[in-house]
Structure formats: C-alpha cells, structure tokens
C-alpha cells in the first residue's frame, strides 16, 4: 500500500471511530446517565477512604518523607461497647 493511500484509509477509519463513539455517548446521554453516575458516586465515596489508606501503606514512601509526631486513634485499635 502507497503511503498516500494509508492516509485515506487511516482517516476512513478514525471516522467510523468518531461516528461510533458520538453515538454510544448519544445513547448513553439519553439511556438514563444520571442514575449510572449516582451508583458511580456512591461506589466511589464509600470507597475513596480506603482506597487511599491501601495506596499511602504501600506506596507511601515513594513519594513522602516525612514523620508523623502527633498522636492518632486507628479505627482497628478502637473498642465499642453497647
């Protein structure tokens, strides 16, 4: 193939691409997103603590240096009693 022929072709492709993607974005708009964005939230939110807890444990010298000298509660070590 001639590479002015690729061109053609790569541009027929990256328009079908952009055809297909506008109309899944379409159908996603109109099928009901905001319920799909508030389940998306939610899972996000109840989940953000600790997914960040997990990161900073095992990556959290890779990118802070520094000491922690005040005092903390950790939930493990807390006892409830009713």
Known sequence: MSSGCSSKYI?????GSLTTSA???EDLMSGGYDSKFTTYADAMANNAAKIVDSFIKDNG?????CLITEPTLCKSSM???T
Not at 11 to 15: A, R, V
Not at 61 to 65: C, E, L, Q
Request: glycine share 0%.
């Open 11 to 15: 541009l027929k492709f990256l328009q």
């Open 23 to 25: 109309k899944e974005y």
């Open 61 to 65: 010298n890779k990118y802070f240096s």
């Open 79 to 81: 006892q409830y009693t």
